[in-house]
């Protein structure tokens, strides 16, 4: 295991830069071969559902599922970070609910939601992991807050959206849960 203390150098850092922003780009773009040739193997750690996304075909379902819900996703670059083995973006996630978001049903509504992916490298500088973190209450407060709740007719609307979102609440993944404690030994 590479020391945690030592930075690689400007040029390992830049390029790591230049793949992180490529794979931004490229999801924007919907370019998925393009997003998913950045990973030797494919692994998204979704945080505030504690889902894992493996594998090429699990990936390219959480790709799928997510630009169903919102299709004109985007991201806004906050900060761009590196660490010893990651580079850790903080970016706004935009988009518009138009589709279906697990069982939650489209609300229409635009949602502008703080968050922060870590891109994790291994010692021969593969992308091994994205991982990310958000609030989904604040994502959720701006999907249902955008309907009129003082009108009876979204009420339905309101009710099907907390069920589904009571429905993703499903078993958290072991491998985001059963996790070992740091090793801090200098």
Not at 23 to 33: K, L
Not at 34 to 54: C, G, M, R
Not at 110 to 124: E, I, K, N, P, Q
């Amino acid at each position: 295991m590479a020391d945690r203390f030592a930075i690689p150098s400007a040029e390992v850092l830049r390029a790591r830069e230049r793949l992180v922003l490529d794979h931004f780009h490229d999801e924007v773009r919907h370019a998925w071969d393009d997003v998913l040739a950045t990973f030797p193997h494919p692994h998204y750690e979704i945080i505030p559902t504690l889902t894992v996304h493996d594998g090429d075909a699990q990936v390219r379902g959480y790709y799928r599922d997510t630009r169903v819900a919102f299709p004109d996703q985007d991201h806004e670059i906050i900060a761009l970070r590196h660490s010893a083995d990651a580079v850790i973006v903080e970016f706004w996630l935009l988009g518009t609910h138009s589709g279906p978001l697990g069982r939650i049903p489209a609300t229409g509504s635009r949602h502008r939601t703080r968050m922060s992916a870590y891109f994790v490298f291994d010692d021969a500088e593969n992308l091994i992991i994205e991982r990310i973190y958000f609030d989904t209450l604040t994502m959720l407060k701006q999907l249902v807050g955008g309907l009129n709740l003082r009108d009876p007719r979204t009420w339905p609307l309101v009710v099907r959206a907390v069920r589904g979102l009571l429905a993703m609440s499903s078993e958290p993944d072991q491998r985001l849960v059963r996790t070992p404690p740091a090793d801090l030994a200098v």
